[in-house]
């Protein structure tokens, strides 16, 4: 697979994660450049729902390396709760996700106060 | 502040984030908002510094290294073209770029290194919030498309807007991003419709346009022009191989109109129900 987008083409929510996911088991990185806990992504898996914000879906496939790259806005307290929820459904995240030095980091002013 | 910061040893961290939360808590207090805990944060963000410590790094040579070792790599863009911040339906917009070369400006490759540009777009369309929306149905055919599609926020929960495919957007994201294949997904949603409407051009005053105007005051005075077309009335099961004729021909129309490929049509929400078309 040549080095490949997946760009929604309309005003979001177009099933971009089914179609990351089905190409994206060929892939050996998927990487994210945009956007932070705002974009909701979701996979279902036979009975199991995932849905990711931040993670790249492509953490479902063990061979793939995952890259929250430049770009994005991450909320550091929520990127901790989705790798544990991640990890906690027996999917091993070890050494498998890596996140920009560029990316921009939200302070809780931005996500509801921490008062 | 960015993730780099993580990377300053922890005292040095501490008074870069205290003094950024006492910025911001002045900025929140000028503006009548409730500010924020400075311990607390700095107890939280030290405890999220010990975690993801280990997982930031310049991710641009590892990304370099694997495209000139040909891997395969697969960007993955959030929300849709229409809501770029340059690009979109301003000032309705998000705060990133979404489009294609927002790929090589926010994870840092070369715009060269991408071959392959898969446009993701819905049978019908939806939107989330406020912003034009040209092809927004309010009554009947809306409410059956979120029905039928379940249409609401994976985030938020929001019931999402619905209405027809807009060809003129479409193509308008097509050229944007040089997308090079379309993927049609929740063709399903459209098997109870028994006619179907597709937005072929805007009328503007007495104009006809094929592509999104950049003035959100234009987009808010277009009349779609639509193509009626007759619906197939029943399940398109699960084999976009196998679809009847008349959803083959809803297909073709799209390509034509938008002047793209659908190489994968994609049924139904589980992961074995993404098939490629013939």
Redesign the interface.
Known sequence: MPVSLVIGGQWGDEGKAKIVDTIGRRADYVVRFQGGANAGHTVIVGTEKFKFHLVPSGILYPHITCILGGGMVIDPLSLIGEIDEIAARGIDVDGRIFVSGQAHVVLPHRSGGTE | ???????LDSSQFEGYLER??KD??AM?RDQG?????SA??VE??LE??K??LP??????P??WE??ERK?????????????DIDHGTYPFV???????G??A?????PPS??????????AY????GNGP?PTEQKGRIGEKLRAIGN?Y???TGRP?RCGWF?AV??RT??KL?G?TE??L??LDVLDTFPTIRICTSYKIGSKEVEYFPVDTRLLNRSKPQYLEVEGWNQCTGSNAKALPAKARSYVKILEQLVGCKIT?I?LG???RA?LRAD
């Open positions: 502040m960015r993730m780099c910061d993580f990377q950024k939360i911001k808590n929140l908002f409730r500010t924020v805990s607390r944060t939280r963000f999220a510094r975690r993801l997982l930031i790094r310049d991710t641009r590892m990304l694997a495209i891997k395969s790599i697969l960007f993955e863009g959030a929300q849709g073209t229409l809501l998000t705060s990133s770029c979404v489009t294609a927002g790929a400006l926010g994870a840092g490759i290194a991408i071959k392959r540009v898969i446009g993701v777009f819905k369309c939806t939107r989330v929306f249409e926020g994976t985030t999402r807009d957007a479409a994201s097509v991003n997308i379309i993927a997904t929740k994968m994609s929400p589980e992961r993404t």
